[in-house]
């Protein structure tokens, strides 16, 4: 599975894929104070919440490099994922 992430100005998407079917669909708010143990949080009640496995790979697309950098340490410490 493939966890898609993309970071915009004012919202962040974020998106689970197995092969070409989207297994689930986040939309959150885009916060460049936000920290990586804030995303681990977030992201582990995202997944928890939905029942999903953890992604195998991951991507990120961003127009805010400092939340990019917070969401690429938040991955690696969450999954072991380096985008």
């Known amino acids: 599975m493939l966890l898609a992430i993309d970071v915009g100005n004012t919202a962040t998407i974020l998106g689970l894929w197995d092969g070409e079917r989207l297994l689930e669909r986040w939309r959150i708010a885009t916060d460049p104070?936000?920290?990586?143990?804030?995303?681990?949080?977030?992201?582990?009640?995202?997944?928890?919440?939905?029942?999903?496995?953890?992604?195998?790979?991951?991507?990120?697309?961003?127009?805010?490099?400092p939340v990019e950098h917070e969401i690429e340490l938040a991955l690696a410490r969450l999954f072991a994922l380096r985008p």
């Open 33 to 65: 104070m936000r920290m990586e143990s804030e995303y681990v949080a977030l992201l582990r009640q995202l997944f928890d919440l939905s029942d999903l496995d953890a992604p195998d790979a991951a991507i990120v697309s961003s127009v805010v490099p």
